[in-house]
């Protein structure tokens, strides 16, 4: 089983950058597709970003494509997003999550262990 705790959130200005961090506990990190996903008060839980297990395939939502990159660290237990060029629309609760599989996926379902979340806010 794996346990995760985000790190990194903040109030940045629009334009800025932040570095989101994601540990995970558990010897068996390596064999799961990681996400990144957030919720803005009021809205659903939407997907940001995934990676696969050994990190060789990654995905974008199309708002955040070009802005933002998901990494990975298996040596660490670790999973980043870089967030750069950050809108004051990018403004949630950003919530890093394990698959049920080797391979990330855009769909909430196919996840089942989720972190606490971090509180991202960018200012106008």
């Known amino acids: 089983q794996v346990q995760l705790v985000e790190s990194g959130g903040g109030l940045v200005q629009a334009g800025g950058s932040l570095r989101l961090s994601c540990a995970a506990s558990?010897?068996?990190?390596?064999?799961?597709?990681m996400g990144w996903f957030r919720q803005a008060p009021g809205k659903e839980r939407e997907f940001v970003a995934a990676?696969?297990?050994?990190?060789?395939?990654?995905s974008y939502s199309d708002s955040v494509k070009g802005r933002f990159t998901i990494s990975r660290d298996n040596v660490e237990n670790m999973v980043y997003l870089e967030m750069n060029s950050l809108k004051p629309e990018d403004t949630a609760v950003y919530y890093c999550a394990a698959a049920r599989s080797p391979f990330g996926s855009s769909g909430v379902g196919a996840y089942d262990i989720w972190g606490q979340g971090t509180q991202v806010t960018v200012s106008s």
């Open positions: 990676i696969s297990g050994r990190g060789g395939l990654t």
């Open positions: 558990g010897r068996t990190f390596r064999w799961y597709g």
